[in-house]
Every structure is written in structure tokens, then in C-alpha cells.
């Protein structure tokens, strides 16, 4: 089984911020990677597809990079509705889910 | 639009089986390229994917998880189907399901239904 570990588990950021939340796999993933984020009580949201996919309708200031086993999402300025907790997830063989990142204002 | 809706048993007793129903519109499972996956998360814990179902009947299960997982599909009333035996208190979660379209080499879950609450309590 592929694993994913994600880091930092909990960050604190000021609004305006540039952001970066790693995820790495335990294997080769080959981009196969997907970004979501999950505010409190709701379900997840699609964020960023293959790796450095926009879905549609969520804002330019997030982006994801990434290749191998190594994968990041960057928040550019990190705004209030921002925090969440967020989860990378990864289906090149089998399926998993990082553990999140739980993204906060300081 | 597309949107999904979860629902089945909201509370069972351990070694009972737990049914879960995904109920969706604007799209269907005939079309080619289209899966339904579903995927729990225990009250302030993670998400673990568990299951998905495709267009072409083909389907998914999470290995540490398989021998309890049944999923099926009704298309013609755009329904999904999990079923899970043998349940005990860790399978007491918030249970989703998701659209899921491949694209010929990469995936996109791009649509979650709201979520149906599990509890297994003796």
C-alpha cells in the first residue's frame, strides 16, 4: 500500500501569507495526486486535480506542483476562508489519503 | 447540476450489516468515463476511501477492508449501493460518496454528496 504524509499537521499563518502544504508518497505516484479542503461540518472540496489542476471555480491563489513522490499546494496569500484542513490523495495504486494538514490564522 | 445524497442506517448494533444508498442527479453511471466512490471519515479524524463502482460494472475495494465491502450500482434510478457486514464501533463515521470521471489517464472527484451519519453502538 502507498502511503502519504503529510506535514506539517498543524500550520499557523497570518491573512496574506504565502502558504505551503507538502505531501509525500511512499512510492511514485506518477502525478496521480489530488488536493482537497474540508472546513468544520462540511464535505470535502475538490481544490487542485493531477497535481497542478485548478478545478473549476476555486481561486487562482492556490496551486500545486509536484513530481514522484514529492507534491506541494501553495496558498499565495493566504486568506480567512482558507482555513480548513486539507488532504492530499493519491489514486496511482490503490487509494489513500493523507492525514491533513489543519490550516489556522495566527 | 450534479449533486449526490447519501443515505442508509443511521444507528446498528456491532456484527449487524450497514447499507448505504447514494442517490444522484446530473449525471449517470452508463456514461463512459464515470465511477461513484464512497469514502468515511470517523468524527474528527481523516478521510479513508473504501470503495467505487464504474460505468463499465467494473469496481474498487480498499484491500484492508475488501472481504466486508459490496458495492453495487442500479443505473436506470441513478443509484449507488455499499454495503458493509459485520460492523463494530470503528465503523462509526460520516460516509460519502463522490462522483468520480476518468479522463483517460487521471481522475477527477470533483462532486461529494453531504454526508450520512453511522453509528454502531451495542
Known amino acids: 500500500d502507498i502511503q502519504m504524509t503529510q506535514s506539517p499537521p498543524v500550520l499557523s499563518a497570518s491573512v496574506g501569507d504565502r502558504v505551503t502544504l507538502s505531501c509525500k508518497a511512499s512510492q511514485n505516484i506518477n502525478k496521480n495526486l489530488d488536493w482537497y479542503q474540508q472546513k468544520h461540518g462540511e464535505a470535502p472540496k475538490l481544490l487542485i486535480y493531477?497535481?497542478?489542476n485548478l478545478q473549476t471555480g476555486i481561486p487562482s491563489r492556490f496551486s500545486g506542483s509536484g513530481s514522484g513522490t514529492d507534491y506541494t499546494l501553495t496558498i499565495s496569500s493566504l486568506q480567512p476562508e482558507d482555513v480548513a484542513t486539507y488532504y492530499c490523495y493519491q489514486y496511482n495504486s490503490g487509494n489513500t489519503f493523507g492525514a491533513g494538514t489543519k490550516l489556522e490564522l495566527k | 447540476q450534479v449533486t449526490l445524497k447519501e443515505s442508509g442506517t443511521g444507528i446498528l448494533q456491532p456484527s449487524q450489516a450497514l447499507s448505504l444508498t447514494c442517490s444522484f442527479s446530473?449525471?449517470?453511471?452508463?456514461?463512459?468515463?464515470?465511477?461513484v466512490s464512497w469514502i468515511r471519515q470517523p468524527s474528527g479524524k481523516g478521510l479513508e476511501w473504501l470503495a467505487d463502482i464504474c460505468w463499465d460494472d467494473g469496481k474498487g475495494y480498499n484491500p484492508s477492508l475488501k472481504n466486508r465491502l459490496s458495492i453495487s450500482k442500479d443505473t436506470s434510478n441513478n443509484q449507488a449501493f455499499l454495503k458493509i457486514t459485520s460492523v463494530d464501533t470503528a465503523d462509526t463515521a460520516t460516509y460519502y460518496c463522490?462522483?468520480?470521471?476518468?479522463?483517460?489517464?487521471?481522475?477527477?472527484?470533483?462532486?461529494w454528496g453531504q454526508g450520512a451519519s453511522v453509528t454502531v453502538s451495542s
Open positions: 493531477y497535481t497542478n
Open positions: 446530473g449525471f449517470s453511471l452508463s456514461t463512459t468515463g464515470i465511477c
Open positions: 463522490a462522483r468520480n470521471t476518468y479522463y483517460g489517464y487521471y481522475y477527477v472527484m470533483d462532486a
